[in-house]
């Protein structure tokens, strides 16, 4: 009878640590696709596309670290609105 309960105890143990091995991927912070320079999106300024309608490079001089990633934004009107709320103007799927 204990052989019984031993051997449910180690199933049930297989079980469950069977389960933590998918806990590593959910944890995962999502990755922003860069350039080889690192810039986000190839250095476009993200908030452009949703401000002026069109794709606008953007420049050094205004410049945002988030998610890893360093983004580019054409002027400073668009860093602030971009620092205020990332998710909104950030592509989804980390620009993939």
Not at 35 to 53: C, E, H, L, N
Request: with cysteine; aromatic share 18%; hydrophobic share 40%.
């Amino acid at each position: 009878m204990n052989y019984v309960k031993t051997i449910w105890c180690l199933g049930v143990l297989f079980i469950a640590a069977a389960g933590l091995i998918d806990l590593p991927a959910a944890w995962a912070v999502e990755q922003v696709n860069t350039d080889t320079r690192g810039f986000a999106i190839k250095g476009y300024d993200p908030v452009a596309y949703y401000t002026q309608g069109k794709p606008l490079k953007g420049t050094e001089t205004f410049t945002y670290e988030w998610m890893g990633a360093e983004w580019l934004f054409a002027s400073a009107e668009h860093l602030d609105l971009f620092k205020s709320s990332p998710e909104k103007y950030a592509p989804q799927y980390g620009g993939y």
